[in-house]
């Protein structure tokens, strides 16, 4: 049985930024790629600053190397979340602590190895969560080496699941150039667009909801123009709260225009993320819910994401137990152990909620490989093109991973490997 030599770790970047949601929420002031204003998210030394990462190597006794990216939120800091990732401060508990607890260690199960990292505590404090969600992506990536297959197939052996074949339908964000970036969407025919960055009332929203309105017109009306009539892609916007600060959290002005909304995007299928932020998770579950609810009474089509204080395992357990809305980001870095993606994936499911493995654009290449490989197996509704906000890199590194593995697994099955 191979075992685990060494680990070592490197400081990288990832393929976005750090941002200060609070911020940027109360009128900071945008200048090219920045922002200047008042600093309120603890740990943040800028409204926005490099987003940084570390490379965890794991040497197996045989000389292979398995890899995974340790990569936090963009929004880090802010709704539960753990504090901001900088590498220079969490680098030494990877080289010390991680390294004494892996090495030595027997590659035959990634979910206990998993587990043991993502449950290790030190004076009654777990691991950062992302540390705990790189180490467990190169724990996948070691088992995956050790036994010659993919990843996809250890999370298929490994938790009982069912091979198929098929791609996942991939959702793709436009930043804030919702403009140009939703047509690099549109000639790629991505399943599912635009996210639309919409985390301020007066320049994103509109203060009567009125510039989202006139985007989401936009959007259809583009698609026509330049997509063609096979293109039916799903419309999911992220509004970080703004609908409720928008109409003072009024229920019935909220549920109005989020009937406007679905009039203007017919005959697209819309889903709205983060309607309200209502500062706690308790609270959140129950705003969510009755706004769900009252859309229902409407016969609203119209989907509900969670999102915000909906970060860990529990959490997302705790929203879909309360049928809090119809869809959940799975936001992978905030579960830490990326054996708990697999596990809120299939709970998801099994509850008849729908699975949205997410992320963020603050990740890496390596992070979105290793979600996409978990993916195939767990196959939740759809999966974030990730990193970045260009569109073409993040749907690339996805879009290929995908086929890669489909196509390889799709072979081993012909040759009765």
Request: glycine share 8%; aromatic share 8%.
């Amino acid at each position: 049985m191979k075992q685990i030599k060494n680990v070592i770790a490197s400081p990288g970047l990832t393929g976005f930024f750090f941002d200060d949601q609070a911020a940027i929420k109360n009128n900071a002031v945008e200048d090219g790629a920045t922002y200047y204003g008042k600093i309120e998210t603890p740990g943040f030394s800028n409204i926005r600053q490099a987003g940084e990462s570390i490379s965890i190597m794991l040497i197996l006794d045989d000389g292979q190397v398995a890899y995974g990216d340790c990569a936090a939120v963009q929004y880090s800091g802010t709704g539960g979340r753990d504090p901001l990732f900088l590498a220079k401060e969490f680098i030494s508990i990877i080289n010390k602590e991680i390294a004494h607890l892996l090495i030595g260690k027997d590659l035959k199960s990634f979910k206990s190895l998993a587990e043991l990292v993502d449950n290790y505590s030190k004076n009654g404090c777990t691991l950062h969560t992302a540390i705990r969600y790189g180490v467990t992506q190169a724990l996948l990536d070691a088992v995956a080496k050790a036994k010659y297959c993919t990843r996809t197939e250890v999370v298929l052996q490994e938790y009982g699941l069912k091979s198929i074949l098929k791609p996942i339908p991939i959702f793709c964000q436009t930043g804030d150039d919702r403009y140009l970036n939703a047509d690099k969407i549109i000639i790629k025919h991505a399943d599912v667009l635009p996210h639309g960055l919409i985390n301020n009332v007066d320049t994103k929203l509109g203060k009567h909801g009125e510039k989202l309105l006139g985007y989401i017109k936009w959007l259809k009306e583009r698609i026509k123009k330049i997509g063609d009539e096979n293109y039916e892609p799903i419309f999911h916007v992220d509004v970080y709260g703004t609908i409720g600060l928008a109409f003072n959290n009024n229920l019935e002005e909220m549920v109005d225009y989020l009937l406007d909304l679905e009039k203007v995007s017919s005959p697209f299928k819309i889903r709205i993320e983060g309607p309200v932020d209502a500062g706690s998770k308790t609270e959140q579950i129950k705003s969510l819910k009755l706004l769900r609810n009252s859309l229902k009474e409407s016969n609203s089509s119209v989907e509900i994401v969670a999102d915000e204080w909906c970060n860990s395992l529990e959490d997302i357990k705790d929203f879909v137990d309360a049928e809090a809305a119809d869809m959940v980001q799975i936001k992978t870095p905030d579960l830490g152990g990326i054996n708990n993606i697999i596990e809120a994936v299939l709970y998801c499911k099994q509850h008849g909620i729908g699975a949205y493995q997410g992320g963020t654009c603050n990740e890496t290449d390596r992070s979105a490989q290793i979600c996409t490989d978990i993916a195939l197996a767990t196959r939740p509704n759809q999966v974030l093109a990730k990193p970045g906000m260009g569109v073409d890199e993040g749907l690339m590194i996805v879009y290929n991973e995908m086929q890669r593995i489909l196509t390889l697994l799709k072979y081993k099955d012909s040759q009765g490997v």
